[in-house]
């Protein structure tokens, strides 16, 4: 059994959100370069790109938890997803639930699939360059996620169950039955 109590604390935090920062940054210039090889993209001034980015990005964000809820519900049908927020970082997950990694993988990496997929569709129609800011500050929010992906990649973890201070991997069935009785 393994534990990360990401959440707890703050100084590990207040470097994630600069990676997350980086990450952004990095993504707005790959998407551009990306996107002037296969379209002309309809130029926005600065503050329209950081303006439309954040109300899209908060858009997302409940877009983006919406689809972990349902996810969470569709394999936890008999317990309730919760929010937690701590020092920025919001996320959800489910008290008292442990998951097989394949679900817990699914749960994580299905909204930055979707979202993307949808986003992308949307700038093929609608080539501005806000949507490259929104897409961008998505995927620098999916970092958390990501990270507990990688993480849960372990060959040796067989089972997550992430709770209100960390995620807990456990990598033997004996130990998930043991923790659960």
């Not at 909204?111 to 806000?130: H, K, T």
């Amino acid at each position: 059994m393994v534990k990360l109590n990401f959440f707890n604390e703050k100084k590990s935090i207040e470097r994630f959100m600069l990676l997350q920062l980086i990450v952004i940054m990095i993504s707005i210039l790959v998407c551009y370069k990306g996107a002037h090889l296969f379209t002309h993209i309809h130029e926005q001034n600065f503050f329209l790109n950081i303006l439309f980015g954040m109300i899209g990005a908060a858009f997302m964000v409940v877009i983006h938890e919406i689809i972990h809820f349902i996810l969470y519900h569709l394999f936890a049908s008999d317990r309730r997803p919760l929010i937690r927020k701590r020092f920025g970082i919001i996320t959800s997950y489910v008290p008292d639930k442990v998951f097989k990694k394949w679900e817990y993988i699914i749960i994580l990496v299905a909204p930055l699939i979707i979202i993307s997929l949808g986003l992308l569709g949307v700038f093929v129609f609608f080539p501005y360059s806000s949507f490259i800011f929104i897409a961008s500050i998505h995927v620098g929010y999916c970092l958390v996620d990501l990270y507990f992906i990688i993480s849960a990649w372990n060959a040796k973890v067989k089972y997550i169950e992430d709770n209100r201070d960390g995620v807990i991997f456990y990598t033997r069935e004996d130990k998930v039955k043991r923790e659960l009785d």
